[in-house]
């Protein structure tokens, strides 16, 4: 069962524009939530990440929008530009187990 | 430097033979893991390893068995390689079990054939 669902699978944003990564979870008792970056040939990085007491976390051009109630959190990543182009997961994690993955998004930036 | 590197990186073997990779990391974490991506880039962990002692076992094949001699090494040998472990392989660590940030290799691109 896929605790993490992840959409969209793929995304192509023009230069400059906003891209939006959407996540929902089923476990409430995830209480820390990544985002992880992974371009071509490389592992996956962490990007950002947030803990449910806040509702918006934001570092540089990426904000983490967390919705505790509808249980779905996003990535938004405004001024997008071609090196962003990678795929992105989010991620929940429970305590001091294990990450769960979300499916992924193929990001591509279009000039 | 490398914070967690992993050998080799790439490796095409035929189905039924028995291979290993390497992972070591040198950021002085107690906890590594090994996970698998599919064709379809899903990520899914396999084994978590903290201080040597296996924490994690996402219910793998026993034709996979991991081997970690020490903290900072965590090996992943396969037995009777089958057509569907093609997958690229990831060697991460954490500070500790429950450590908010995982550091992931750079993956080994196994193909059998």
């Known amino acids: 069962q896929q605790q993490v669902k992840q959409s969209p699978q793929s995304l192509i944003v023009q230069k400059g524009g906003i891209s939006i990564i959407n996540c929902a979870y089923e476990?409430?008792?995830?209480?820390?939530f990544p985002w992880y970056q992974q371009f071509p040939g490389k592992g996956p990085a962490l990007l950002i990440a947030i803990r449910p007491d806040v509702s918006e976390k934001k570092e540089g051009r990426f904000t983490i929008s967390f919705n505790k109630s509808a249980k779905q959190f996003s990535l938004h990543i405004m001024d997008s530009q071609p090196g962003d182009s990678a795929t992105y997961f989010c991620?929940?994690?429970?305590?001091?187990?294990?990450?769960?993955f979300g499916t992924g998004t193929r990001l591509t930036i279009i000039p | 430097d490398t914070a967690v590197s992993q050998t080799p990186k790439y490796l095409v073997t035929q189905m039924g033979n028995d291979k290993s990779i390497k992972c070591e990391q040198n950021l002085g974490h107690d906890t590594m893991y090994w996970y698998k991506q599919d064709s379809k880039k899903f990520l899914k962990i396999m084994f978590s390893y903290n201080n040597k002692e296996l924490i994690i076992n996402e219910t793998v094949p026993n034709r996979f068995s991991p081997k970690s001699p020490d903290k900072a090494h965590l090996n992943l040998h396969i037995n009777s390689l089958e057509l569907g472990d093609s997958a690229v392989y990831f060697c991460?660590?954490?500070?500790?079990?429950?450590?908010?940030?995982?550091?992931f290799g750079q993956g080994t691109r196994l193909t059998v054939v």
């Open positions: 991460a660590s954490s500070a500790y079990t429950g450590s908010t940030e995982a550091f």
């Open positions: 991620a929940a994690m429970r305590g001091n187990e294990k990450l769960t």
């Open positions: 476990n409430t008792a995830f209480d820390y």
